[in-house]
C-alpha cells in the first residue's frame, strides 16, 4: 500500500512539474498559477491532482484567449474633457467657489494678458486704498499711451473716479495714478500685485505694468496664465465693490477742480449675453491679442472663464463665442450636489484601559462617535465620482474625553480633498488607575464582611 501510494505521488508530482512548463507560456498565468500551485499543495488529501489540473489548465487558457491579441482592454474612463471649438490659444473655465479647473486648453502657458491685468491692480486698490482718497496725478500718469483718460499733471481725482475710468474705459494713465497712489511708484506697485498673486496661489503670474501694455525686463515677461487669471477673477468676485464697479452700465465724474469732467462706458458686453452674467475685463495689445475674463452667476453656481490670445483684428468677437460656449458648457454639465453621506451608521468604538462604568471589574468600556452633519455641496458633472475615506481607529486608549478628535472623513472628488470633518467621542472614558483596583477591592470586603455578620445573625 504504501508503496503504491509513492508511486502515485511521484506520477503527480511529475504532472505538476509538466504543467508547470506549459502555464509559463501563457502571459498573464503567473499569478494565477502561483495560487493554483498553493491550492494543490494544501489540497492533496481532499481533491484529485487530475481534477486540480484540469481546472488550471481551463482557467490558463481563458488567459491566454483574453491575451490573443496582445493587447490589454484599457479601463472604461469616465467623461473625458470634450473637445470644445475655441478660437483662444490659451482658456480655462473654473468654479469660482473652489477654484476647481471644469475645463481647459493650455490653461498653464504663460502669455501677455494685455489690459485683463487691471482686475488685480482695481482689487489691490480697493483693499489698500480709501475711495474718498485725493490721487494727484505724475508726469509718468500723464504720459501713457491710450487708450487714456487724458489726465494731466495739475488734475486731481477721487480714487473711487479712476477706479470706474480703469474698469469700465480700460485706461492706461488711470491705472498708473492709481498704482502710484497705492504704492509710491509702479516697480513697488508690482511687488505688490506679484505677491497677491503668489497669494492666491497663482503659479506663473508675473506684473510689471499696473495696466497690462506689454513689457518685459530682466525677471521676465509681464503676463500670466488663463488658470492663474481666473483665480484672481474668482478672489475679485468676493469684493462687493468690485463688482459694483464693473457691473455699471456707465459713469461720469469730474476732476476735484471741477474744471474738467468725464463719462465713462462698460465695453463689456458679456453682461449683455447670458443670464446671470456677473463681471469681466477685456485687453487687447499687439502681444497678447484679444483677451477676457469674465464670470457668471446662476442657480448657485459661479463660473470663470479666462481666455488669452482669442484672435487679433478683425476679430474682436472671437472672445464672446469663445466665452459663451465655455458658459454653456458648465451650466449644462455640472450641477451643485450635497455629497455628504447621511446614513452612514458606526459601532461604538472599545476604550482600553477603561474605568467600568458599572464598577465590575471585566465590564467592556465603549463610546459611541460622533460625525458633525453638514451639507457638503459640491459643483460636479453626473458621471463623476466622489470618495470619501474614513480614517477612525478600531480602538482608543483611555482617558477619553467627550468631543475629542479620534479621527477624521475626507471626501475627494477625483484626486482632490474637497472636504475634512472631524471624527469626535460621543462620551468619555476615565482610565483604570490603581486607586480604582484598591476601592473595588475594599468595597468586595466589606459588601462580604456585612454578609457574614448577617449570617451570623440570622443564625
Keep these: 500500500m504504501m508503496g503504491f501510494l509513492k508511486a502515485h505521488n511521484i506520477q503527480y508530482e511529475k504532472k505538476i512539474q509538466r504543467e508547470q512548463k506549459r502555464i ?172 497677491k498673486a503668489k497669494e492666491l496661489g497663482c503659479k506663473d503670474t508675473y506684473f510689471i505694468t499696473p495696466n497690462g501694455l506689454d513689457a518685459q525686463n530682466e525677471a521676465g515677461v509681464h503676463g500670466t496664465t488663463a488658470e492663474d487669471l481666473a483665480k484672481i477673477m474668482s478672489y475679485c468676485l468676493k469684493n462687493e465693490a468690485f463688482l459694483e464697479i464693473t457691473r455699471t ?19 463689456n458686453a458679456f453682461l449683455q449675453m447670458m443670464e446671470g452674467a456677473l463681471s469681466g475685463k477685456t485687453g487687447f495689445t499687439g502681444n497678447a491679442g484679444y483677451c477676457y475674463v469674465g464670470a457668471l452667476r446662476r442657480d448657485g453656481r459661479t463660473f470663470v472663464v479666462a481666455l488669452l490670445a482669442c484672435g487679433w483684428p478683425n476679430n474682436k468677437g472671437y472672445k464672446w463665442a469663445d466665452t459663451q460656449a465655455l458658459m454653456s458648457y458648465g451650466l449644462e454639465r455640472y450641477q451643485n450636489v450635497d455629497v455628504y453621506e447621511y446614513d452612514r451608521e458606526f459601532s461604538p468604538l472599545t476604550v482600553e484601559d477603561a474605568q467600568p462604568e458599572n464598577g465590575r471589574l471585566y465590564q467592556e468600556v465603549k463610546v459611541p462617535i460622533e460625525i458633525a452633519e453638514e451639507k457638503l455641496v459640491v459643483l460636479k458633472r453626473q458621471d463623476e465620482e466622489i470618495k470619501v475615506i474614513y480614517d477612525i481607529p478600531n480602538t482608543l486608549e483611555a482617558p477619553v474625553k467627550k468631543g475629542q478628535k479620534i479621527g477624521s472623513v475626507r471626501y475627494y472628488l477625483g484626486e482632490k480633498q474637497i472636504a475634512e470633518l472631524p471624527v469626535c467621542a460621543g462620551k468619555s472614558a476615565k482610565k483604570l488607575q490603581p486607586s480604582w483596583y484598591r476601592d473595588y477591592l475594599l468595597k468586595l470586603f466589606f459588601m462580604n464582611k456585612e454578609f457574614y455578620f448577617q449570617q451570623s445573625e440570622q443564625m
Design 249 to 267: 452700465p456707465s459713469y461720469q465724474f469730474a476732476n476735484l477742480a471741477g474744471t474738467k469732467t468725464f463719462s465713462c462706458n462698460n465695453h
Design 24 to 195: 509559463k507560456s501563457g502571459k498573464k498565468a503567473g499569478f494565477k498559477l502561483g495560487i493554483l500551485l498553493f491550492v494543490l499543495s494544501m489540497a492533496r488529501e481532499f481533491v484529485t491532482p487530475e481534477a486540480i489540473l484540469i481546472r488550471a489548465s481551463e482557467s490558463l487558457e481563458e488567459d491566454l484567449q483574453e491575451d490573443a491579441s496582445g493587447q490589454e482592454t484599457a479601463p472604461a474612463q469616465a467623461d473625458a474633457q470634450p473637445d470644445i471649438a475655441l478660437y483662444a490659444k490659451s482658456a480655462v473655465l473654473m468654479d469660482a467657489e473652489s477654484g476647481r479647473v471644469l475645463y481647459e486648453k493650455d490653461g498653464t502657458q504663460h502669455m501677455p494678458n494685455a489690459s485683463t491685468t487691471k482686475i488685480m491692480t482695481c482689487i489691490l486698490a480697493l483693499e489698500l486704498g480709501n475711495l474718498e482718497d485725493e490721487v494727484k496725478v505724475s508726469s509718468y500718469a500723464a504720459s501713457m499711451p491710450k487708450v487714456r483718460l487724458g489726465m494731466s499733471t495739475q488734475d486731481t481725482f477721487r480714487l473711487k473716479d479712476l477706479l470706474y475710468s480703469l474698469m469700465l474705459e480700460s485706461h492706461n494713465d488711470s491705472a498708473v495714478a492709481i498704482a502710484e497712489h497705492i504704492a509710491g511708484n509702479v516697480e513697488q506697485f508690482a511687488e505688490k500685485m506679484n505677491q
